[in-house]
């Protein structure tokens, strides 16, 4: 099947087969291999990119049900050279270790505060359930998340 | 905090960098996706490797039709263990026979005839994409009689059903260590006791879980038999080795590369079936072979952790002061040995004595079986976690029953800081430490006294929501090892590390290291060492790592041996390339070198100030070669194999403040303190950052993960839905103090600290939840202390106690006035298979 997606601001059109899913799109056919598999059933998170504007797991659609949409990946978030607000925020507070999980850890943190600019610790932490990292303990990613939503740079 | 000992460091280091909370080097290219895991690496013409997997725990393997898989699309070949069994050189490798008479069944990428676990690959499938090698492996078509399967440690310790048949047995080996002052010393310490405490605990089977899954790619030269192999792993200099000899190849046509790893936790501390495949088909085929493993594949085919059960006895006289320690354990090695699956009990073997001041009278010993399960190997922490949580428990069991505080109870057994550097009962010297000061300061940060007042206000009868504080005061013994040490425990690799440090011709520095960071920030710390010590700036100093063909020598990272040893090598190859500078300086300034000051990057002569040189002019005439003097090699690089002296002791104290809930067994963590002394600390950014992770891993343990096998041997957690790797939601902020106490072992004063907060938190969370159920009788509670858990220690407190106990091994009759027993329940299924 034929699908054409916005990549990063930039347009694909490829033949798909119906059962390949989005995150195997992006990194095998596309070839942006940031976005990251860490489990095979939705658990992880390591696949989160932004689809319209919103975080997904890419792992739960297939690439088919993508088409037409605007993709947004973690390849795409620095721009001119300087890092996102909420990756340089993840360098400041060491919010990251093997960095397996931070791509998609990055863009459930991007999303969050576009939704909610002024979360609560807690709510930082609810936010995250649904991405899993085995190195920081979240310690870190979570005092990065609100440092970010203090400095007021990531909501738009 | 305090510094109790002055570090011995080399007088022209300055410390601009060490010590510094500087940002992490590594992290832009992790954090725009630039980096590339081993799953990402695009290799042109690759085949795809796909495992067909046993989902028998035990059967023999009667045939294998793998016809209609070879006619599926895509498909290039289907091997089974019996194809490819000429293809090995060598079994795959246990580098640990820890006894002369170890039992090491024959362990082949491909089970020959038996598979003796669920995951345990019985064909490989070869096709032109992943999806079809995974749509054939549906495909083969295995006839299996399926055999018993043996999940629990005692009834594998009966050889009820023997998994391995040419063994006999299901006894791997066991290893003692009994140090006595003079024999009999240990019976009559407990003869004579005051007190005793009998404990029995359960260190439930754990998945590794590194976000990233295993992926191979091998990718063999077109001629001459050249071989490189991409792994993610976290020992690519152990992988050339062993893979060399497995599959009989050249060592020096072998080149591993580690590109960037998602983490280990001891979980690619291995040489797996994959690897050994991927190497051995594309060298067949001549075309590169990858696979990438899926997280359910990476549950069972992947190293699991612990898996042991303990039996812990202290002695103490009327004041609580241990007289003797002794340890009966069950080490469950899963079906196969894999690298260092024997060793890791023997890890632990020596610190179940903790933190404390004991007499010669020390009697442990492992019996290790085998079961068919996933192999264990190495987890975060390896052995030293479980030791650490059986005599914290066993400490607590103790002040139980003593009636005094906890904490008051380790002080008067703490080794005194006067002691250090201490020699102990085993005869290994402990470089330095403060426990009393770490412990202090522990309780300082968790409001000790406060929260022991809240709970005599809030733990009162009938009350549902009970507060507790736990006390865990731990040692991590690490930086594995001298390496006469490692051979006195059969260990067959060494304990040292190698270092490069080049001088550019620019005054750039290029540092090679042996180590194999996948997430603990080496390039970062390493060049801050070198910074200070050359007195140049970081950012003009490039480490390099993880590919053989760039750093040929290294023993590679795991049990936190990284800074003590591979750091420390970085810094003595740098007083080695900074003494052949000052050679040529003295040459150059016609000075007498021991006249020669190296400060801030710059060599002058005492006295004359205005005689100085500084390193980027002795880097260019080095590389010129124009006036050196006599004899002298032309460039400024050298080269340390650094073997430590000792092993690293890093310590500390954590402590635990929970919540229960009586009604609902729900375990609310309200803060969490852990207080670590790694010595000298290069980067506290990146130190806060392994206690962090590690004390979470710790805590997951102790609340949350379980590897649960049913009866027949299914691995029921086999993906992350279902095992409870904890998310943010579920874990506590942190609350970190630290003390500093340098080692005098190294010149940094260093320590390891990557498994510290793992191996000091289980026990801390346990002690403080059984210290908030003390007024409901209860004394234990299982790990993981999941609701269910702790609402069954809470409602069967009083019958738990009457038939919990019981002896692993032979205990000898205790004659002591005041005995207790508790601890875990000797369930059928250590793994708590639905019961």
Redesign the interface.
């Given at each position: 099947m034929e699908i054409t997606v916005t990549v990063n601001g930039a347009t694909h059109t490829d033949d798909v087969?119906p059962r390949t899913l989005l995150v195997h799109y992006i990194?095998e056919q596309v070839?942006?291999?940031?976005?990251?598999?860490?489990?095979?059933?939705s658990?992880?998170g390591?696949c989160t990119i932004h689809l319209d504007g919103e975080s997904v797991k890419s792992c739960t659609l297939l690439a088919v049900q993508a088409d037409g949409a605007d993709l947004l990946?973690?390849?795409g978030?620095?721009t001119d050279g300087q890092?996102h607000p909420m990756?340089q925020a993840?360098?400041?507070h060491?919010g990251?270790?093997?960095?397996?999980?931070?791509?998609g850890m990055?863009m459930a943190a991007t999303s969050m505060l576009q939704e909610n600019p002024s979360p609560t610790?807690?709510e930082?932490?609810?936010g995250?359930?649904?991405?899993?990292?085995?190195?920081?303990?979240?310690?870190?990613?979570?005092a990065a998340i609100m440092a970010a939503a203090e400095a007021g740079t990531v909501a738009s | 905090m305090t510094v109790t000992e002055e570090p011995v460091v080399e007088a022209s280091a300055s410390s601009a960098f060490i010590g510094t909370r500087r940002l992490r080097r590594e992290d832009p290219a992790l954090l725009t996706g630039e980096a590339r895991f081993a799953n990402d690496l695009d290799i042109p013409g690759s085949l795809h490797l796909a495992l067909v997997r046993s989902p028998y725990a035990h059967a023999r393997i009667r045939s294998i039709d793998t016809a209609a898989a070879v006619a599926l699309p895509g498909v290039v070949a289907v091997y089974t263990g019996e194809d490819l069994k000429d293809t090995w050189a060598a079994p795959m490798p246990c580098a640990w026979p820890v006894t002369e008479d170890m039992k090491n069944p024959a362990h082949y990428p491909l089970a020959i005839g038996k598979a003796a676990y669920v995951g345990d690959g019985v064909a490989a499938v070869l096709a032109t994409s992943d999806v079809a090698a995974r749509d054939a492996v549906e495909a083969v078509d295995v006839d299996y009689e399926p055999l018993e399967a043996v999940i629990d440690l005692e009834d594998a310790l009966s050889n009820r059903v023997v998994i391995h048949d040419e063994l006999g047995t299901n006894v791997s080996y066991t290893w003692a260590l009994k140090v006595e002052e003079s024999e009999g010393a240990v019976d009559r310490a407990f003869a004579e006791a005051a007190h005793t405490v009998s404990e029995r605990y359960v260190q439930q089977r754990l998945l590794p879980m590194a976000m990233e899954p295993r992926a191979v790619v091998s990718v063999p030269q077109p001629f001459g038999g050249d071989i490189t192999l991409y792994s993610a792993t976290q020992i690519p200099h152990i992988l050339k080795v062993m893979t060399a000899i497995t599959l009989g190849i050249p060592e020096h046509q072998v080149r591993v590369v580690a590109p960037a790893v998602g983490g280990g936790f001891g979980s690619k501390l291995n040489v797996y079936a994959e690897e050994l495949l991927c190497m051995a088909l594309s060298r067949r085929h001549q075309v590169p072979v990858r696979w990438n493993e899926t997280r359910s594949e990476n549950s069972v085919a992947t190293i699991h952790g612990r898996g042991q059960i303990q039996q812990i006895d202290l002695a103490a006289d009327a004041d609580g002061k241990l007289t003797a320690v002794r340890v009966r354990l069950i080490g469950d090695m899963g079906a196969y040995l894999q690298l260092v699956t024997p060793g890791v009990p023997l890890l632990g073997g020596f610190l179940y004595a903790g933190v404390y001041d004991i007499p010669t009278a020390y009697d442990f010993e492992c019996t290790s079986v085998f079961t068919t399960m996933t192999p264990t190997d190495a987890y975060r922490g390896a052995g030293r976690p479980e030791a650490t949580y059986a005599i914290e428990r066993a400490m607590d069991a103790l002040a139980r029953q003593l009636d005094v505080d906890p904490l008051e109870l380790r002080r008067r057994n703490f080794i005194p800081k006067e002691s250090y550097p201490y020699t102990a009962w085993s005869g290994l010297v402990y470089d330095s430490g403060d426990h009393d000061l770490a412990a202090t300061e522990a309780a300082r940060l968790a409001d000790y006294e406060g929260v022991r007042a809240r709970q005599q206000t809030q733990n009162v009868e009938g009350a549902t929501k009970r507060l507790g504080i736990g006390v865990s005061s731990y040692f991590e013994m690490c930086g594995l090892a001298p390496s006469r040490v490692l051979a006195s425990l059969n260990y067959s690799a060494g304990g040292w590390e190698a270092a490069t440090v080049r001088i550019l011709p620019t005054c750039k520095v290029q540092v090679v290291t042996g180590t194999a960071p996948h997430g603990q920030g080496h390039e970062t710390a390493w060049s801050m060492i070198v910074a200070d010590k050359l007195g140049i700036d970081p950012d003009d100093v490039d480490v390099l790592h993880s590919d053989t063909a760039i750093s040929p020598l290294g023993l590679d990272t795991y049990g936190s041996r990284s800074l003590p040893v591979g750091g420390v090598a970085v810094a003595m190859a740098c007083d080695k390339v900074i003494n052949k500078a000052k050679q040529i300086a003295a040459h150059q300034l016609e000075a007498n070198a021991d006249d020669l000051d190296f400060a801030g990057g710059t060599f002058s002569v005492q006295g004359s100030p205005d005689k100085e040189l500084p390193l980027a002019a002795i880097a260019f005439g080095a590389f010129t070669a124009h006036n050196l003097p006599d004899g002298m090699e032309p460039n400024l690089e050298a080269h340390v194999t650094y073997d430590p002296p000792n092993f690293s002791w890093p310590f500390g104290t954590h402590m635990c403040v929970v919540e229960v809930d009586t009604e609902t067994g729900s375990v609310d963590v309200q803060q969490y303190v852990a207080v670590d002394d790694c010595g000298t600390q290069i980067n506290p950014l990146i130190v806060d950052g392994q206690v962090h992770g590690g004390v979470i891993q710790g805590l997951a343990q102790a609340l949350f993960e379980e590897a649960v096998y049913d009866s027949e041997g299914n691995l029921k957690t086999s993906t992350l839905a279902e095992y409870l790797v904890p998310a943010a939601s579920d874990v506590p902020s942190l609350t970190l103090g630290h003390t500093v106490t340098p080692s005098p072992t190294n010149q940094l004063g260093v320590k390891g600290v990557g498994e510290a907060g793992t191996i000091g938190a289980a026990p801390a969370v346990i002690n403080a939840i059984v210290d908030a159920l003390k007024g409901l009788g209860v004394t234990n509670v299982p790990m993981p202390a999941s609701p269910f858990n702790v609402w069954k220690a809470i409602h069967g407190a009083a019958a738990a106690t009457d038939t919990a106990g019981t002896a692993v091994g032979d205990h000898p009759g205790v004659t002591a006035r005041t005995t207790t027993s508790g601890g875990d329940e000797a369930v059928a299924n250590p793994a708590g298979d639905e019961s």
């Open positions: 087969e990194r070839g942006l291999t940031g976005t990251n598999i860490g489990c095979d059933t658990s992880c390591a990946t973690i390849e978030l620095a890092l990756q993840f360098m400041e060491h990251l270790q093997c960095g397996y999980c931070t791509p990055v610790e807690a930082v932490r609810e995250l359930e649904g991405n899993l990292c085995r190195c920081t303990g979240y310690h870190n990613i979570v | -």
